[in-house]
């Protein structure tokens, strides 16, 4: 069985950091892309950073370009998150999820998702 576990969250105060982790097991990552989403109360699901199986391309939402940076350690079967300069806005619970090889568009097409770590960046 597919499974994949974050972990990492956290609350933080603004302008600190976090490092979130996608640990898959039941699959072999490394034909994967693995996106990171985050979803918070009364807001849309954002897909905000993946990496493709191909050539590690990356891929960053405009809201965390420059702050974030995402990773991946095939030999651990890990996906990080290294999130920097952490704003209130950026609360949110945060999911990895996979697609096959490419880092695509619509949610729909990520069929594997983890049960989210939650993020709470305030003072």
């Known amino acids: 069985q597919v499974q994949l576990v974050e972990s990492g969250g956290d609350l933080v105060q603004p302008g600190g950091s976090l490092r979130l982790s996608c640990v898959a097991s039941g699959i072999f990552l490394n034909y994967y892309a693995v996106a990171w989403f985050r979803q918070a109360p009364g807001k849309e699901r954002e897909r905000i950073a993946c990496?493709?199986?191909?050539?590690?391309?990356?891929y960053y939402a405009p809201s965390v370009k420059g702050r974030f940076t995402i990773s991946r350690d095939n030999a651990k079967a890990t996906v990080y998150l290294q999130m920097n300069s952490l704003k209130p806005e950026d609360t949110a619970l945060y999911y990895c999820?996979?697609?096959?090889?490419?880092?695509?568009?619509?949610?729909?097409?990520?069929?594997?998702w983890g049960q989210g770590t939650q993020v709470t960046v305030s003072s």
């Open positions: 990496i493709s199986s191909i050539d590690d391309d990356t």
């Open positions: 999820a996979t697609a096959v090889r490419y880092c695509v568009y619509d949610s729909s097409d990520y069929s594997n």
